[in-house]
Structures are given as C-alpha cells and as structure tokens.
C-alpha cells in the first residue's frame, strides 16, 4: 500500500512502551488505535529499521 500526500491513514493499532518501562518489569505496551489518536491532525510519518536487524 503506497500512501501519498494528503490521503489518510488507515485504520490501525500500534503499540508504545511506557516512560516508567524497567528492564524486567511486566508492564505491558500501551494500545494506540491510529483514527482516534489522530482524528483533526496533521501528521509527518516516518520509520527507521532497529539496530542489529536486517534491513
């Protein structure tokens, strides 16, 4: 899926850490649902593959 200037997001979930994440600690990531979190904005999107992983 190619997305272009102007068009909207899909409809999708992803997933954050929390701040106080501990090495070790059961905290689990928080759910994001992509429409709720950015119904009314404008957004500049962009990704970066993980150290150590291949690209």
Excluded: H, Q, S
């Excluded at 709720?36 to 993980?50: C, E, S, Y």
């Amino acid at each position: 899926m190619t997305i272009k200037v102007g068009d909207k997001m899909p409809a999708g979930k992803m997933w954050e850490l929390p701040v106080e994440w501990i090495a070790g600690c059961p905290v689990g990531a928080d759910e994001i649902n992509l429409p709720d979190a950015l119904k009314g904005k404008r957004i500049a999107w962009f990704g970066l593959p993980g150290a150590y992983t291949p690209t």
